[in-house]
């Protein structure tokens, strides 16, 4: 989970997104959500199946945002679900016990709340400022050190982390960053990649 990267393909521009996940895999990232909230679901499905692919390669877990016939038609290892998407119990029951789910949980109570689920993992932010979701409040680091502290399962940080502002995070003792623009939206992805899964073997000490 150090390294956490979430596909966006408003970033990319001569290359296409699969250039784009094969040089962010390559280089180090440990894994991938496909996020394509306005695309039509068939579309979804082709594009994880190709994605799914790449990630095999590299031996790196895939699931896609919210969408779970998606997950279920491409095979891909899971998905991720928001406080508004579909309902655990319901997606476990789909899904098998087999596939990985991840859930959304921005305060210390629903993180224990996603653990007692079974959820594989959570997702815990807006850590900072973030144009991806303008409505919210950054979560205090405070917070984000008792969420960590009150469950067993991995805590992955989210929410406008970049290669500037990640070393706060240092303490926290979450388990990864998951990022979107700070690697698809850099110039070189792979060398993006690289630099981020340095720092962050450092700040997860």
């Known amino acids: 989970?150090?390294?956490?990267?979430?596909?966006d393909r408003h970033w990319t521009g001569e290359k296409t997104l699969e250039q784009q996940v094969d040089e962010v895999l390559k280089n180090g990232a440990t894994f991938l959500q496909i996020r394509e909230k306005n695309m039509p679901h068939d579309e979804l499905v082709k594009e994880a199946v190709l994605i799914k692919e790449i990630a095999k390669k590299y031996n790196v877990p895939v699931?896609?945002?919210?969408?779970?016939?998606?997950?279920?038609?491409?095979?891909?290892?899971?998905v991720h679900i928001g406080q508004k998407d579909m309902d655990y119990?319901?997606?476990r029951k789909l899904l098998g016990d087999d596939k990985i789910i991840g859930m959304t949980a921005p305060s210390v109570e629903l993180a224990k709340k996603a653990e007692k689920l079974g959820a594989d993992y959570i997702g815990a932010g807006a850590v900072f400022n973030t144009s991806t979701k303008k409505?919210?409040?950054?979560?205090?680091?405070?917070?984000?050190?008792?969420?960590?502290?009150?469950?067993?399962?991995?805590?992955?940080?989210?929410?406008?982390?970049?290669?500037?502002?990640?070393?706060?995070?240092?303490?926290?003792?979450?388990d990864g960053v998951a990022v979107i623009s700070a690697l698809f939206g850099a110039s070189d992805p792979g060398e993006a990649t690289r630099e981020l899964v340095s720092i962050m073997k450092d700040v997860v000490q």
Do not use: Q
């Open 1 to 7: 989970m150090l390294v956490y990267a979430i596909t």
């Open 89 to 91: 119990i319901e997606a």
């Open 135 to 174: 409505d919210t409040k950054p979560l205090e680091l405070s917070t984000l050190r008792e969420i960590c502290s009150s469950i067993s399962i991995p805590v992955v940080a989210i929410g406008g982390i970049d290669h500037s502002n990640v070393r706060k995070l240092k303490g926290t003792d979450i």
């Open 63 to 78: 699931v896609i945002d919210d969408d779970i016939y998606a997950v279920i038609e491409s095979g891909v290892d899971g």
